[in-house]
């Protein structure tokens, strides 16, 4: 079937009636829960632009001839590679990328499913043709996938195998003829239930061993699988009323804790099992992981673009946009504006193509912007709160306005420098919600730790760096110097 609609998104939603919960009740229809329906309604926009910009979002299927999904495109060349990167912005430039589990995120995990498919044949040679057969499925049915990496934060002093609980954790129970019973739990899957299926795979930060192994796994499965629940935090949207409220209102994706209550996944569905040596080499040596990095720098610059408008449209506003101290600010976001943009760039034209067939980014270019963004995205969340001053806890409502005794008093008292008090209380309430509601709160902590602890980030980029090349060069030109050594 070619690419779905909005609307079909939404009907294999309330068809599959998957098992989530939230405030300690089972949700009948997630398209209609407040907590839910308005992220729906974002993620079926996303499906409907595909149909509204054709010639950007689709493509022809190599299989099927039908007109799929084109972030589910392999490139084979620099252009193509930049068509889907162009594809992948279309729908960012919807979000503003405030929902970091766009559907383009994972579709560029299983795109490279397909292509290195052999990868997994190391395992088993079944799990090599389920890989390929997944990503082939997904890409002609539209398949949207929520995923979870990591095991519960019980001790990360220990490995799994060593926890007082050490059946707490996604582990196999046993082996049979229709599959694999996996029991356990998993965090943290952005969009759990309002999505088509999950993937399961590891962390790449996980150790590997003899006892990790049972707890090593990849596979996807339905969403309405038996068994299968999504536990969801409380929902950061607070009321569909897009002035007080305008991203929670919209873009409001939510986490959940993924239970697995011995749960089948059949043997076509499995990629990895029991052997964490694979599970820790998978994104790399498939290059999914630099494959979804392109994707997350794209969204990171649409983020970045967002920020930075709200802040230029902040000080024009309340007239602070001539001071020395303000203007430097803003400079400090063109500047990650433009260094991301720079890594995007010499990422896509330094690509080559991999040993699967796959035209794929510098790695480098993209390695040093995810390690970059995390440590540099709070700083910009700071300067738009720094900027809004005691006008950010400042903001009445709507409902303040519409009041016939103080809307008056408010419209004229809320005034900026060229806007009444309804529009410059209608942009501070939306700098507001990108940085200090709860959903700007999370916004900040999510980024911060996208790929992970920052730290051990960096550590694992700082050891892998080449550094010889630059020690070198002081070896060389003190050896140049020639200064002979006098003895005494």
Known sequence: MPAKTGQQYIGRLKQANNNVYIHGERVDDVTKHPAFKNAIQSMAKLYDIQYEKPEKMLYTSPTTGDKVGKTFMVPTTIDELIERREAIME??????????????????????????SEF????????AENARNY???????DISLTHTLIHPQVNRAKIQA????????????????QGVIVDGIRLLATQGGITDEI???????????????????????PNNTPGL????????????????????????EGDTIVAFDHVLVPWDRIFVLENSSICNRAFAETNAVVHMTHQVITKDIAKTEFLLGVVLTLMDTIGIDGFQHVKDKGTEIMLTLETMKSHLFRAEHNAKLDKW????????????????????????????????????????????????????????????KNVEGYERVQIFRLAWDLTMSAFGSRQTHYEYYFFGDPIKMG??????????????????????????????
């Open 91 to 116: 729908w960012q430039s919807f979000t503003k990328g405030l929902m970091g589990r766009s559907p383009d995120y994972l579709n560029a995990d299983v795109m490279a499913m397909g292509p290195a």
């Open 120 to 127: 997994y044949a190391e395992g088993d040679p079944a799990f």
């Open 135 to 141: 990503a082939a499925f997904a890409r002609e049915n």
């Open 162 to 177: 060593d926890q007082k609980d050490a059946n707490v954790a996604l582990h196999v129970v046993e082996k049979n003829d």
């Open 199 to 221: 993937l399961v795979f590891p962390s790449t930060v996980k150790k590997s061993g003899e006892l990790d192994d049972p707890y090593s796994l990849a596979f996807a499965i």
């Open 229 to 252: 629940k999504y536990l969801s935090r409380e929902s950061f949207e607070y009321g569909e009323n897009r002035y007080d409220h305008p991203l929670s209102s919209r873009f409001e």
């Open 357 to 416: 067939g796959m035209m794929t980014p510098d790695f480098q270019a993209l390695d040093a912007a995810r390690n970059w963004f995390p440590r540099i995205y709070p700083r910009m969340a700071e300067i738009l709160r720094i900027l809004g001053a005691s006008g950010m806890m400042g903001i009445p409502t709507h409902a303040d306005f519409n009041n016939k005794e103080i809307g008056p008093i408010l419209h004229r008292a809320m005034q900026g």
């Open 459 to 488: 550590m694992a980029y700082f050891d892998k760096y080449e550094k010889e090349v630059y020690k070198s060069q002081v070896r060389d030109f003190l050896s140049s110097q020639q200064i002979q050594q006098v003895n005494i």
